[in-house]
């Protein structure tokens, strides 16, 4: 009995492999549907080189249901670099994470918690720099381990990207770290 049923899936697995693809692309949007209910979400426009997020929420802290504070992050046409500085109370951190995460999402066809008429470019790739990674397996300090990433970074890099930098120059003499941000 097992050979015949056997022999029954193999004679229809080009039609089984097809049916499964499809169920995959059906939970995938289904998956996507629910996600943009929970965010509250919304279909940015993709602009040139354009970054308009009106409201935007980081999607954890939405899912979380922890009280999140909407920001704005606006980056014109012609425009190749934001600087966001403040005191350190977390809040740049987080605005980087929810800039390249809505773009990244909004690449892969989902809809981001930005209010409507917002805008992200359309990238080839996000890179980022975006935490301590000291290694004492790779004997790295901050300041090199920085370092190592922005090499990986500019080696990977193929425009147009999302290069997203924090604190690049933390970690050494003030004045090398400015060199190393500015650059």
Same mark, same amino acid.
């Given at each position: ?6 022999? &029954?899936?193999?004679? %229809?697995?080009?039609?089984? /492999? ?21 965010? $509250? ?12 997020? $009106? ?8 899912? /979380? ?20 500085? /403040? ?12 800039? /390249? ?18 805008? %992200?470019?359309? %990238? ?9 990674? &000291? ?15 922005? %090499? ?32």
């Amino acid at each position: 009995l097992l050979l015949l049923l056997t022999a &029954q899936v193999g004679a %229809v697995r080009d039609e089984l /492999g097809r049916a499964a693809g499809a169920l995959a692309e059906v939970d995938a949007l289904h998956a996507g549907v629910l996600l943009a209910r929970r965010l $509250r979400g919304t279909r940015p426009a993709f602009g040139d080189r354009t970054v308009d997020l $009106r409201r935007a929420r980081h999607p954890e802290l939405v899912l /979380g249901d922890q009280n999140v504070v909407p920001i704005d992050v606006r980056l014109g046409a012609g425009k190749r670099a934001l600087v966001v500085s /403040g005191p350190n109370t977390g809040g740049k951190t987080v605005a980087l994470k929810t800039l /390249g995460l809505l773009i990244l999402m909004a690449r892969a066809g989902l809809l981001v918690p930005v209010d409507e008429g917002s805008v %992200v470019p359309w %990238v080839e790739g996000v890179f980022t720099d975006l935490a301590d990674d &000291q290694s004492i397996e790779r004997n790295l300090s901050t300041f090199s381990s920085h370092v190592v990433n922005l %090499v990986d970074v500019f080696a990977r890099l193929a425009p147009p990207a999302l290069v997203l930098l924090d604190e690049p120059g933390g970690g050494t003499d003030p004045e090398e770290g400015a060199a190393l941000a500015v650059a």
